[in-house]
């Protein structure tokens, strides 16, 4: 039940996103978030995903491993639509019965959110699938390098993320360890209201954390005894280069920022669709 | 009543690209009060053979009954769980509670006994992996030594007198006298408390020693089952696979080869002792 977590997985393949330099695809996710916060119409929302689903096919990572990233949601998404849904009252009322009101306003604002999620969700785990962990915190080690100036520790912070990314799938398979061993010795992690779940859960998280922090000690040794001092002075065995390749991908995703930007304050598709729909309730209300 | 398992095989990550199986068609019966070995190369499947015994993973296929209980039904799981104590490889995995005290009740308290009997059986399995009650009884279980963490760690299961011991490489990482210790403790509860034990070692003196029956895993299969005197006459097959048999059956064969009449079948230091003594007490005669 941990393995479901794909967020951080890498995906192995050979295609032109896993070749794109690491840095090239953190400004990438950075200006495709951008993206998906300036859109205001649901319409030109289907852009900003067919461009997600573009980059996916180029990536050749299966569409299904994307969408997992989801799954961890499938609570939280539905909620937030019905939340909205409910709550925001603007535009035309479409429904009222009762205490329910639903607008226009409510509607576009659940659609938005929703999709925003998941747009957000999915652009992340393509990151993390079409790059190694390593390559990743070296692309952000050497976009925030600016920042030393400032004493900015991008290198430690870089690190940091480094060995925790390092370390996620050895803590699940510990944490499954640590919980068979308990189940063994008869604990009852299913039963109960929520406070009595919650404590049956401290018999697994303490050896979970005092086996963390012994091994964050040993590695801290195995470290420094390999003389580890930081940033400072440290070679790369591999030095990132920045190509055309990495050149094109940025100007695309540019062009679709301005496509957005240009669409959107044009035209209002938004606004023209619900009023052709606009009959439907004006006549029922 | 014993512990029968048919048919059984296992796949991980069955129905992604990773899936391997790791146990193939295993048949295998523990009968009461038995002492098995379990022994075979890295990655034959030993560990995960025996997390099938008491339900924490359930098989592909096949089926794993413990005392007449279907490990593959919810219900009777619990049930079939409680009869069998598992002691993991290291005991990280499992000590967490404030004392040792507290540690090692920890199963006796899962299966909802009074308190009297809860200490009665604290106390007990204390004296049997031989903790002094009074000094560690208080002591934090994460400021003891390797060897006590692994006392406790045992002490923790067998308070909970599991009708089979379940021990995933328990000697690993301690030195011959712990080694010895720990031996003679799983001898002390069995001839206690009756129970039958599985023991997965890497080391075939240890088996030699204790089992009765022993069972050798190869690629996920039973590549053979028998008592430890045929199992051990098996020495170029063992050797094939990367195990070893144990050194008295070895030096036996060697003097073997070098003219010594000595019988077959040897296989502990002792019986290799009589053989040679027997053998000198002959010749000395002739
Ligand atoms: N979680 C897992 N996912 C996929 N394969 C696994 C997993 N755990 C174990 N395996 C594989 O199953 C096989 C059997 O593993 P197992 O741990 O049972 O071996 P073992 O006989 O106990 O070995 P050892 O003597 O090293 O402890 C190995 O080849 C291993 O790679
Ligand atoms: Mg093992």
Known sequence: ?285 | MPIVIEKLTYTYQSGSVNAFTALKDIDLTIKDGEFVGLIGHTGSGKSTLIQQLNGLMQPTSGRVIVDGYDMSDKKQRAKGRSLVGMVFQYPDYQLFDETVYKDISFGPRNMKLDNDEIDRRVREAMRLVGLDFDEFAEKSPFELSGGEKRRTALAGIIAMYPKYLVLDEPMAGLDPAGRRAVLEMIDGFRSQLGCAVVMVSHSMDDIARSAEKVVVLRDGRIFTCGTPQEIFSLADELYEMGLEPPFAARMASDLRRRGLLLPHGIYTNEALAAALAEYKGGRGNA
């Not at chain 1, 420094?224 to 920045?242: I, P, Q």
Request: glycine letters at 6%; hydrophobic letters at 55%; proline letters at 4%.
């Open chain 1, 1 to 285: 039940m941990l393995k479901d977590i794909t967020l951080g997985q890498y995906f192995p393949a050979d295609s032109v996103v896993h070749r794109l330099d690491p840095r090239t695809k953190l400004v990438l996710l950075i200006m495709y978030i951008v993206a998906v916060f300036i859109v205001k119409d649901i319409w030109v929302f289907g852009l900003v995903l067919g461009f997600m689903l573009f980059m996916t096919a180029m990536s050749k990572v299966p569409l299904n491993y994307v969408l997992k990233a989801i799954k961890p949601m499938r609570l939280l998404l539905p909620l937030m639509f019905l939340l909205n849904l409910f709550m925001i009252r603007t535009g035309d009322t479409i429904v009222s019965w009762r205490f329910i009101t639903i607008t226009t306003g409510g509607v576009r604002q659940a659609l938005f959110i929703v999709l925003r999620l998941i747009a957000l969700v999915t652009g992340a785990s393509l990151l993390t699938l079409t790059t190694t962990p390593v390559s990743l915190t070296e692309g952000l080690e050497r976009l925030l390098s600016p920042l030393k100036i400032i004493k900015f520790p991008a290198h430690e912070l870089a690190m940091m993320m480094t060995i925790a990314l390092r370390f996620i799938p050895t803590l699940l398979e510990e944490a499954d360890k640590i919980m068979k061993a308990q189940l063994a010795r008869g604990a009852d992690l299913e039963s109960g209201n929520i406070f009595k779940r919650a404590k049956a859960m401290l018999p697994i998280l303490i050896p979970l954390f005092v086996n963390s922090f012994r091994r964050a000690e040993e590695l801290a040794l195995a470290m420094e005894s390999r003389c580890y001092h930081g940033g400072e002075g440290r070679t790369r065995l591999k030095v990132l280069k920045f190509g055309w390749r990495d050149l094109w991908a940025i100007l695309i995703m540019a062009a679709l920022i301005a496509a957005v930007v240009i669409l959107q304050s044009n035209l209002d598709i938004d606004g023209y669709i619900i009023g052709l729909l606009r009959p439907l309730w004006t006549r029922s209300a």
